[in-house]
């Protein structure tokens, strides 16, 4: 059975920093893209960080960009978003996604519509 659990969302100033985590588990085989989606009220759910289990190569929207840093530990079945230099506009729910899509189009940031697996997601509340 597939389990995708988020952890480690929570309350900062601006300019502070966050990890989250993301375990996922279940999946017997193959290559798999991981990826954070945040959405606030009212708003599409948008791609993040997303990586590929294979190769590690990794794709950040450009709002994130030399900000965060998306990371997995193959062995842990984890992944891990570090998050500096928090803003306001950062503030969302906070989501983890897996799903079993090839590298080379994980690492182009594939659209939520082409993940089936969620987790619960995480608060992130940054302040000014």
């Known amino acids: 059975q597939v389990q995708v659990v988020e952890s480690g969302g929570g309350s900062v100033q601006t300019g502070g920093s966050l990890r989250l985590s993301c375990a996922a588990s279940?999946?017997?085989?193959?290559?798999?893209?991981l990826a954070w989606f945040r959405q606030v009220p009212g708003k599409e759910r948008e791609g993040v960080a997303y990586i590929s289990t294979t190769t590690g190569n990794s794709y950040y929207t450009d709002s994130v960009k030399d900000r965060f840093s998306i990371a997995r530990d193959n062995a842990k079945n984890t992944m891990y978003l570090q998050m500096n230099n928090l803003e306001p506009q950062d503030t969302a729910m906070y989501y983890c996604?897996?799903?079993?899509?090839?590298?080379?189009?994980?690492?182009?940031?594939?659209?939520?519509?082409?993940?089936?697996?969620w987790g619960q997601g995480t608060q992130v509340t940054v302040s000014s």
């Open positions: 996604a897996a799903e079993r899509i090839s590298s080379p189009r994980c690492e182009r940031g594939p659209s939520r519509t082409e993940f089936y697996y």
């Open positions: 279940g999946f017997a085989y193959g290559t798999l893209c």
